[in-house]
């Protein structure tokens, strides 16, 4: 019977071109190396190598074995993993929630810097609004959420804050409001808002329906495209705003925010969950960072 570690020299061969430079790399004498490979082929009853010439060639059926063999290997590392986590208690699945309006490239590298230093532990990122996160850290659905912050005394779950975000009061360039040098509260109450609302019909407590029209939409890049087609002026986060740079959206020059409308973001974590080395790496990614004026930077 063939074994793991005869495996490992096989592909090595391979990998190296030659014995001698896979007996260097698995620091063996040139002669275990031979002898392993030997012992496989009789094990296999296959000829791996063509030996007649100084550089080992594979066979047909070495070459038809090889991807095989890797991919027991492969496993064989995963298994090893697995057991490694079990020891240090590593988690196997970390459930991370974000509003859907603030993802964005720096916090993704930050996630992603995760792969490589929890390597057999499952990662999952779910966008939703921010109503809908806080429920679902409040049943244990999800162990870490982004969201934006009502400043309301969490006693369920613990909190940090990460920075502040701004938001615009946008139009289409065609809309009555563009005309306007100053935009009172009036105005905007005389044509239809788009309005971000939950699932279950929660609206962000500094962008909820002012006007007698309203159209709803449960993630900001949908107003975004509402108020593209004409349909009524919105409350987005500049982020996304700065991200699309479109010629087709105005931002209003509002009386009462006439730079924007600034609001908290912070960080929920379930206390339902066990916190192993990959959450609290997390979290201590997630305190170096500081949400200011809709980017994500590094705090010095």
């Known amino acids: 019977m063939y074994s793991f570690e005869q495996l490992k020299v096989f592909v090595t061969v391979c990998e190296m071109g030659s014995f001698s430079a896979a007996a260097r790399k698995l620091k063996r004498a040139q002669s275990g190396v031979s002898q392993a490979?030997?012992?496989?082929e009789i094990s296999v009853n296959q000829e791996?190598?063509?030996?007649?010439?100084n550089i080992p060639v594979l066979t047909a059926n070495g070459a038809a074995l090889l991807p095989v063999a890797q991919s027991i290997l492969h496993q064989q590392q995963y298994f090893d993993q697995k057991v490694e986590s079990l020891t240090n208690k590593d988690e196997h699945e970390l459930?991370?929630?974000?509003?859907?309006s603030l993802v964005d490239r720096k916090l993704l590298s930050v996630l992603a810097s995760l792969a490589d230093k929890f390597p057999i532990t499952n990662v999952e990122?779910?966008?939703a609004s921010s109503?809908?996160?806080?429920?679902w850290i409040r049943i244990g659905k999800v162990q870490v959420g982004i969201i934006y912050a009502d400043g309301e005394l969490k006693v369920d779950m613990d909190f940090f804050l990460l920075g502040q975000a701004r938001f615009f009061t946008i139009s289409s360039k065609d809309h009555h409001l563009a005309n306007l040098d100053i935009v009172q509260g009036a105005d905007l109450k005389r044509y239809?808002?788009?309005v971000h609302r939950s699932f279950k019909q929660n609206e962000l407590w500094f962008s909820y329906g002012i006007s007698s029209m309203l159209w709803y939409a449960n993630t900001h890049q949908t107003l975004i495209e509402l108020v593209q087609q004409g349909v009524g002026w919105a409350n987005v986060p500049a982020l996304l705003v700065k991200q699309i740079q479109s010629d087709d959206i105005v931002c209003l020059p509002v009386a009462h925010e006439y730079k924007g409308w600034i609001t908290?973001?912070?960080?929920?974590v379930s206390r339902q969950h066990q916190s192993g080395p990959v959450l609290s790496s997390l979290i201590a990614l997630l305190q170096?960072?500081?949400?200011?004026?809709?980017?994500?930077e590094m705090a010095d």
């Not at 170096?288 to 994500?296: C, I, R, T």
């Open 95 to 100: 459930v991370i929630a974000i509003d859907e």
């Open 131 to 135: 109503f809908d996160i806080e429920e």
């Open 192 to 194: 239809r808002q788009c």
């Open 48 to 53: 791996l190598f063509n030996r007649e010439k």
């Open 37 to 40: 490979i030997a012992n496989l």
């Open 125 to 127: 990122i779910i966008t």
């Open 288 to 296: 170096q960072l500081s949400f200011e004026d809709a980017h994500w």
């Open 264 to 268: 908290p973001v912070g960080c929920l």
